[in-house]
Structures are given as C-alpha cells and as structure tokens.
C-alpha cells in the first residue's frame, strides 16, 4: 500500500531563505508526483507535476527533484518571501490508478519577514 | 479558462439527511476526482470518473456515490449523514490524452458541517 511522507510537519524560516521541503513514497512503481499549496480554508493550487520518467521540473523560485529508485522528492524554493507562507502538500499517482492521488500530510511553511 | 467550479461553497446538514455537491470540471477535461479533507485523516481519495464511468474508487462506505454527465460535470451524494463526514469536499479535474494522465487541478471546496 502506497504511503506518503512529508517531513517536517512544520518550518518557520526568515524571509529571504532558501529551502527544502521532503516527500518520500513507499512504493516506487509511481506514475507521476504533483507538488501542491494549500492556502488556510482553500482548495490546492498545483505548483509542479513531475512524470515519472522526468527527474526534475522548474517553475519561477520552485524546482522540484524526483529520484523514483529512493522513493523521494524535494521541493526547492529560492529566495522565500512571507507570500509563500501555506502548507506544501506532495502526492503520488500508483500506476494504473488514474485519478487517484495519495497525499502526504504536508509541511506547514511561515515565511517570517 | 475558468477553472474548477463548485457549488455549494458551505453547507450545514444534520445527522441523518442526505447531500448532493455539485463539480464542473476545465472545459475539455474528461476525469474529475472527489476528495475528503479532515484534520485528522488528511486528504483522502473518494472516487474519480472519467466519461460518465467511474473508474477508481478509494475506501470510503456505500453511502458516498457519485455520478458524471455528458458533460463531464459531476455530483456527489453522500446519504445518512454522520456526524464524522464533516469535511472538506474537493473536486478535481485532469485532462487525459492518447492515455497519458496529466496533473489534476482543484476547485476551491464544499465545506460540509453536519450537526
């Protein structure tokens, strides 16, 4: 049974900061990963999508890695600006398992100015 | 293009009635998923449709149902209500070509409450 986790649960960084937030999967027979923000009381916002043949993907201050073999990804962000304060939330598709996303718990990120 | 539309945006129900949530996908988009988002169980998946057929179903009791018009619009029933379907409902849409499943993108939510 997939599972998906995110550590930290939470991080507080300063404005201006780089960082890096962690999604690992037990299972690596995965057919694409999504990186997603979740505003307090809001839908998702899709950020990244990554195929599984891909092993990065780029968009603005995010960049997101995946390694299918060690069943992680990361999502970088660069230069964080207090905008960016929301909770990340990673998911996996299995292969054959169209629509159905298994998500992470997510990181709860304060962007502190 | 609009995005992922549903209606209503905020409901309260009692224990025991029944409730319909309604989902229109991104024009052109044939999947839609639901999901389940409490506090304590995160997100979880509840079912998904693709052409009118439902496709996937996640782990969730009989009284939560779904269905898919030509349209590709979507609705959700959930019958019996129980204090613990307190949730937020999201629905999603996916655009899938030549059978490749692309990135799924979400509408704002049904915040259900049930006394």
């Known amino acids: 049974k997939q599972e998906v986790t995110q550590i930290p649960a939470a991080l507080s960084v300063p404005e201006g900061e780089n960082l890096v937030l962690n999604c690992s999967f037990t299972?690596?027979?995965?057919?694409?990963l999504q990186w997603f923000r979740q505003d307090p009381g809001k839908g998702l916002t899709s950020l990244l999508l990554i195929q599984s043949s891909q092993r990065e993907q780029t968009s603005g201050r995010l960049n997101a890695s995946l390694d299918k073999s060690s069943g992680r990804s990361t999502l970088y962000i660069a230069a964080s600006q207090p905008g960016d304060s929301a909770t990340y939330l990673c998911?996996?598709?299995?292969?054959?398992?169209?629509?159905?996303?298994?998500f992470g718990k997510g990181t709860k990120l304060s962007v502190k100015p | 293009k609009a995005g992922v539309t549903q209606t209503p945006r905020y409901l309260i129900k009692t224990r025991g009635q029944q409730v319909t949530l309604s989902c229109s996908p991104i024009s052109g988009h044939r999947s839609v998923s639901w999901y389940q988002q409490t506090p304590g169980q995160g997100l979880q998946f509840l079912f998904e449709?693709?052409?009118?057929?439902?496709?996937n179903k996640g782990n969730f009791p009989g009284r939560f149902s779904g269905r898919q018009f030509s349209n590709s619009r979507s609705e959700m029933n959930v019958s019996t209500l129980e204090l613990g379907d307190s949730a937020l409902y999201l629905c999603?849409?996916?655009?899938?070509?030549?059978?490749?499943?692309?990135?799924?993108?979400f509408g704002p939510g049904t915040r259900l409450t049930v006394l």
């Open positions: 299972d690596s027979a995965i057919y694409n």
């Open positions: 999603a849409s996916s655009l899938e070509l030549a059978g490749v499943y692309n990135e799924q993108f």
């Open positions: 449709y693709f052409s009118e057929t439902q496709r």
């Open positions: 998911a996996v598709i299995n292969g054959g398992s169209q629509g159905n996303l298994i």
